[in-house]
């Protein structure tokens, strides 16, 4: 079992910062890669970011590549999602996803099936 939890969402200006946290917990945390998803409205889910466990590795999506960065702290087991640059079309329900990877060197790809657990999401809206 992994429990993911979200923190940081919220209301910000076009151009503004913001930083999404993922807190992982449970007895095989240690096992599993966690990466960003965001589903705007009436859009389908799609992924932002994925890094491998040892944090080495990462993809980004073309809207994103240049102004997010995927971190992760596995002493605190936690991911984050340094957003910059932020846009209106940023706007959406940002989740992590926990997939199992027993390979630590390897990154994800942002497919669904790929996925075990799911966090509860956490609003951002980029007003411009």
């Known amino acids: 079992q992994v429990q993911l939890v979200e923190s940081g969402g919220g209301l910000v200006q076009a151009g503004d910062s913001l930083r999404l946290s993922c807190a992982a917990s449970?007895?095989?945390?240690?096992?599993?890669?966690v990466d960003w998803f965001r589903q705007a409205s009436g859009k389908e889910r799609e992924s932002v970011a994925a890094?491998?466990?040892?944090?080495?590795?990462?993809y980004y999506a073309d809207s994103v590549k240049g102004r997010f960065t995927i971190s992760r702290d596995n002493a605190k087991t936690t991911v984050y999602l340094q957003m910059n640059s932020v846009k209106p079309e940023d706007t959406a329900v940002y989740y992590c996803?926990?997939?199992?990877?027993?390979?630590?060197?390897?990154?994800?790809?942002?497919?669904?099936?790929?996925?075990?657990?799911w966090g509860q999401g956490t609003q951002v809206t980029v007003s411009s």
């Open positions: 996803a926990a997939g199992f990877s027993p390979l630590a060197g390897t990154v994800r790809r942002g497919r669904l099936s790929e996925y075990d657990y």
């Open positions: 890094i491998s466990r040892s944090g080495t590795n990462t």
């Open positions: 449970g007895r095989t945390v240690s096992s599993y890669a």
